[in-house]
């Protein structure tokens, strides 16, 4: 089975500090996401990696960014947190589309960030 | 930029109800479709997907879901709900953009026991 992880289940931080999500997946994936999800607005893509090394914006890039040294880990980076950036980040990654499970997504378990 | 659309956002069963969520995506083009579940306290899984094929795909859990193409709708059906079905539904479309998938608002289904 794959399996996603993230750090934290719960965190909680202050205007303005500086936030690192880690997500790790054990299945070789090329492809990571990072989401956020909020009420209503379902998920909505931050960045993602198609590669060590290489990332991409998504939706909702602003206040955000990542890091991928290596294959299985990809972070999220809040610069300055600020309250609005309140909200679950769920992480995912994809095999590669050779794989006959192209695009289906494998989704960790979630952070619930609260910035005060 | 493609969009996907879930109308229902909360919806209230009781047990043995039939259940269908709809669910409706902007593109023209190939897609490939699929819907996920989160349970109360459990990360996303996948429920059911369409690549290619029969447009009536059979996932977990006695879930269905029927890709019409001309009404660019893949809903999701349950001919029998149970109280274990509780949980938030999401329908995400992949239209060519990399491994990208776009999302739904969601579904909440909660039902009575």
């Known amino acids: 089975d794959v399996k996603v992880t993230q750090s934290s289940r719960y965190l909680v931080k202050r205007t303005g500090e500086k936030v690192f999500l880690e997500c790790v997946q054990d299945m070789d994936h090329e492809n990571m996401f990072w989401y956020r999800q909020d009420p209503g607005l379902g998920l909505r893509l931050i960045y993602f990696?198609?590669?060590?090394?290489?990332?991409e914006k998504g939706d909702i890039p602003e206040g955000y960014s990542v890091s991928r040294e290596k294959k299985e880990r990809f972070s999220l980076i809040l610069e300055s947190a600020s309250t609005n950036q309140t909200s679950m980040y769920l992480c995912?990654?994809?095999?590669?589309?050779?794989?006959?499970?192209?695009?289906?997504?494998?989704f960790g378990p979630g952070t619930r960030l609260t910035v005060t | 930029a493609q969009s996907v659309s879930q109308h229902n956002h909360h919806v209230i069963l009781s047990e043995a109800a039939s259940l269908e969520l709809g669910c409706n995506y902007s593109?023209?083009?190939?897609?490939?479709l699929f819907w996920y579940v989160q349970y109360p306290g459990q990360h996303l899984q996948l429920l059911l997907k369409?690549?290619?094929?029969?447009?009536l795909v059979k996932g977990i859990k006695g879930f269905e879901a029927e890709f019409i193409k001309s009404k660019f709708s893949f809903n999701l059906r349950k001919p029998s709900v149970q109280w274990s079905d509780t949980a938030e539904y999401f329908c995400?479309?992949?239209?060519?953009?990399?491994?990208?998938?776009?999302f739904g608002g969601g579904t909440r289904l909660m039902v009575k026991p």
């Open positions: 369409y690549f290619s094929g029969d447009p």
């Open positions: 990696s198609y590669d060590v090394k290489m990332k």
């Open positions: 995400a479309v992949n239209a060519g953009a990399g491994n990208m998938l776009t």
């Open positions: 593109y023209g083009g190939t897609v490939n």
């Open positions: 995912a990654s994809s095999p590669p589309p050779t794989s006959g499970h192209s695009y289906e997504q494998y």
